[in-house]
Antibody, heavy 116, light 110 residues
Framework: QVQLQESGPGLVKPSETLSLICTVS????????WSWIRQPPGKGLEWIGD???????NYNPSLKSRVTISIDASRNQLSLKLTSVTAADTAVYYC??????????WGQGTTVTVSS | QSVLTQPPSVSEAPRQRVTISCSGSRSNVGNNVVNWYQQFPRKAPKLLIYYDNLRPSGVSERFSGSKSGTSASLAISGLQSEDEADYYC???????????FGGGTKLTVL
């Protein structure tokens, strides 16, 4: 059974870069699309972007200029980098596996707070 | 402001049936499949319904989905206290080339 685990700093300073890792266990990271999704406190879900086989990426236009998603297949990990963060980027960040336009497996999420 | 529109909250008594609506547009709900997610406080969302009306393995038959045009609905029958959660609809958006979500509906079982 595939499991996802996000990890990374819980606190990031404004204007710095948020970097998160999602480790995939129980299955290969290949042959699937993988997404990053975030949820600000008390708010709904926002898709950040996705990646397939470390070649094809799609990003939410609202974040595209600041986002990079990549895969390290040797480690079965995907990563998220979000530059020039502000308080508006404070959220729970989830990685999820995409299957037939749905997110069928989710990580538990990791909370990132942007504050000085 | 979410792309898909859901009521902020619904409530119903135990053992009754409740429906949650989700309204979108041609570029998302009207042209792509709708998925529903269930989220308990401080937990990750869980896929509840996919491809408009299919249930993943392990999801109770009390949950069902439907879609007509640019609107979709989630129905929960035989309400139980453990169904209290937030429910989100989602659909792929052709303009975004990614999924869009509703704002979420908080279900209260009275």
């Amino acid at each position: 059974q595939v499991q996802l685990q996000e990890s990374g700093p819980g606190l990031v300073k404004p204007s710095e870069t948020l970097s998160l890792i999602c480790t995939v266990s129980g299955g290969s990271i290949s042959s699937y699309y993988w997404s990053w999704i975030r949820q600000p406190p008390g708010k709904g879900l926002e898709w950040i972007g996705d990646i397939y086989n470390n070649r094809n990426t799609n990003y939410n236009p609202s974040l595209k200029s600041r986002v990079t998603i990549s895969i390290d297949a040797s480690r079965n990990q995907l990563s998220l980098k979000l530059t020039s963060v502000t308080a508006a980027d404070t959220a729970v960040y989830y990685c999820a596996r995409q299957e037939m336009q749905s997110m069928d497996v989710w990580g538990q999420g990791t909370t990132v707070t942007v504050s000085s | 402001q979410s792309v898909l529109t859901q009521p902020p909250s619904v409530s119903e008594a135990p053992r009754q049936r409740v429906t949650i609506s989700c309204s979108g547009s041609r570029s998302n709900v009207g042209n792509n499949v709708v998925n529903w997610y269930q989220q308990f406080p401080r937990k990750a969302p869980k896929l509840l319904i996919y491809y408009d009306n299919l249930r993943p393995s392990g999801v109770s038959e009390r949950f069902s989905g439907s879609k007509s045009g640019t609107s979709a609905s989630l129905a929960i029958s035989g309400l139980q206290s453990e169904d209290e959660a937030d429910y989100y609809c989602a659909a792929w958006d052709d303009s975004l080339n990614g999924p869009v979500f509703g704002g979420g509906t908080k279900l209260t079982v009275l």
